[in-house]
């Protein structure tokens, strides 16, 4: 399952680096797979645009497809299609009348003014977010061919087995993570798949700001991290697979820090967890949206993790904490940065504990879940405004952080999240905590905040 559509585009970012080079255009189709397309073309340093086509439906079958147009005068017919359902030229006019009005308005919509991507002689990496029956994807891979393009490259997160199988004869190279024997819809393999709307599209093409090689882009060219802005590295956008080294230790990690980030989240997982926590990554994609920066990282050694009783050893934990934080303030790119904590269930407890220690520099902290009760009387040391996020079905946990909650002389609330229970596996419960923690980082991760707000709850 992906966290949403830049988690998505993430993954399959990774599996296409191998395309990497100056002839390569990165094609989403919209509106869900731009979103998607967005990361990709951040990865291979890709121009980004747009496919737009129209499939031309038998006038009494609509959903049967006997053909597709795209921009610049493409036409696809499907001479079997249109002998079988009888179609007579007249027919085939009105409808292909119809979508080409259609195909001009979107594209006026979403691109505006600005020209197609030349791709005469070019791979194009057409992305979606997701192929059930391929009918879109293969128009737009047809479309692409007859544009010009040298090889074409359908790439997506999630597509029926089938379907890629009848895609192979459309595309050059079909990249999917993955195909499930059986799918019944796209959505099912999000934890958020939110509508993506033409507002969206046209700001991500607009971030997108790349110089097209061939000259068909009216977009001022890429400037480095250094020209945007100025020297400070803390300002630069990463994400990438690190190395956090607090003292001799070598912990994975993942960090990414958006551009202009005043703050980062260090998660802090539970145990049986780790930096690859499902939850914990759509939580921080939801902050990485709002601009916030987040690691991920792994607390123990594999050495470590081999006892199991230093999972639940919170002193040992709360220490790492505090040294991976001190570490991370003095790389480069994370000076000056406004430092929040985020834990889940035992993870939180150790957050909690290493709050209340002298040395501890973070400006908020966010339980999800948590076990607040493993702090002890360390509660009463904590200075960083704290939020609790708590399941109203997790009695059990919601009577801990109650209990906790009055031993915090912090800046403090309880939010309980109706229908959820301790891992927040519910529909709609997981982001329902996510946007709370998103509220919560970004009213306390500011250069100049200094009002606590209070009362939020998600009831």
Not at 217 to 236: E, F, I, V
């Amino acid at each position: 399952m992906f966290a949403d559509r830049v988690d998505a585009g993430r993954q399959v970012s990774r599996r296409v680096m191998h395309l990497r080079g100056p002839d390569v255009v990165v094609l989403g189709l919209p509106r869900g797979g731009v979103p998607v397309a967005f990361e990709v073309a951040r990865a291979l340093d890709a121009p980004l645009d747009v496919i737009v086509v129209r499939k031309l439906g038998v006038p009494d079958q609509p959903e049967l497809g006997m053909g597709a147009i795209g921009e610049g005068g493409v036409r696809i017919t499907n001479p079997s299609v249109l002998r079988a359902a009888r179609v007579s030229a007249e027919e085939l006019a009105g409808v292909e009348a119809r979508e080409q009005d259609m195909l001009a308005r979107r594209t006026r919509v979403l691109r505006g003014d600005r020209p197609p991507v030349a791709l005469a002689g070019r791979t194009a990496v057409i992305v979606d977010d997701g192929v059930a029956t391929g009918s879109t994807a293969r128009a737009a891979c047809q479309v692409a061919r007859a544009r010009g393009a040298g090889r074409v490259i359908l790439a997506v997160p999630v597509a029926a087995a089938d379907a890629v199988e009848a895609l192979r004869g459309d595309a050059d190279e079909v990249v999917c993570v993955l195909m499930p024997q059986w799918l019944s819809a796209i959505g099912a393999w999000y934890q958020d798949f939110r509508p993506t709307s033409d507002a969206d599209v046209r700001e991500l093409l607009a971030r997108a700001g790349q110089v097209d090689p061939a000259g068909s882009s009216p977009d001022p060219p890429p400037r480095s991290d250094a020209a945007r802005h100025g020297s400070d590295p803390a300002r630069y956008g990463r994400d990438e697979e690190i190395v956090v080294d607090p003292g001799g230790l070598a912990l994975p990690g993942h960090l990414v820090l958006p551009d202009r980030a005043t703050g980062i989240v260090v998660f802090v997982h539970g145990s049986g967890s780790s930096r690859r926590s499902p939850r914990n990554r759509y939580v921080a994609s939801v902050l990485n949206a709002a601009g916030l920066g987040t690691l991920l990282f792994d607390l123990l050694t594999w050495d470590e993790e081999a006892d199991r009783a230093n999972v639940f050893d919170i002193d040992l934990l709360a220490g790492r904490l505090v040294r991976v934080t001190a570490w991370l303030r003095a790389q480069p790119w994370g000076a000056g940065l406004h430092i929040g904590w985020f834990g889940a269930s035992t993870g939180a407890g150790a957050a909690l504990w290493a709050a209340a220690e002298p040395d501890a520099t973070v400006s908020a902290i966010v339980s999800r879940g948590g076990r607040p009760d493993l702090a002890g009387a360390h509660l009463a040391d904590v200075r960083a405004p704290t939020l609790l996020i708590v399941g109203d079905l997790d009695t059990v946990v919601l009577g801990l952080n109650r209990s906790a909650q009055a031993s915090l002389t912090c800046p403090n609330d309880l939010a309980i999240v109706p229908g959820a229970t301790h891992l927040f596996e519910e529909p709609g419960t997981l982001a329902a905590a996510a946007g709370l923690a998103r509220q919560w980082f970004t009213d306390h991760l500011r250069p100049t905040t200094a009002v606590y707000p209070t009362n939020i709850t998600a009831r």
